[in-house]
């Protein structure tokens, strides 16, 4: 079973950079389908974008343009690079896995029904 591992959250002002970091056990990325979350307390969690085998991203509207994901298939490393943070992105971030083959349900790329495995996440606070 892969195992995702996030890193790299903190706190930072409003405007500046964060990059997260997913190490994944296990040669994931070309068995599986890889997407970013986020949560907010007291609401659902979000889908931000996604990354499958081949490479191909999708971007959730609310970070297009200011996020973009990327992996390093040597170090089995997925990416969420981060710019232009606002206060409401504030949030505990995740990665998850999808594997290519499965009977999961799938609800889209962004929807956390179509995942089976979660990292532990990584708090993000954007200050103003």
């Known amino acids: 079973q892969v195992q995702l591992v996030e890193s790299g959250g903190g706190s930072v002002q409003s405007g500046g950079s964060l990059r997260l970091s997913c190490a994944a056990s296990?040669?994931?990325?070309?068995?599986?389908?890889m997407g970013w979350f986020r949560q907010v307390p007291g609401k659902e969690r979000e889908g931000l974008g996604s990354?499958?085998?081949?490479?191909?991203?999708s971007y959730a509207d609310s970070v297009k343009g200011r996020f973009t994901i990327s992996r390093d298939g040597a170090k089995n490393t997925l990416y969420l690079q981060m710019s232009g943070l606002k206060p409401e992105d504030t949030a505990m971030y995740y990665c998850?896995?999808?594997?290519?083959?499965?009977?999961?349900?799938?609800?889209?790329?962004?929807?956390?029904?179509?995942?089976?495995?979660w990292g532990q996440g990584t708090q993000v606070t954007v200050s103003s």
């Open positions: 990354m499958d085998s081949g490479g191909s991203t």
């Open positions: 296990g040669n994931t990325y070309v068995n599986y389908l």
């Open positions: 998850a896995a999808r594997r290519t083959y499965t009977s999961r349900y799938y609800g889209g790329l962004l929807s956390t029904q179509s995942y089976e495995i």
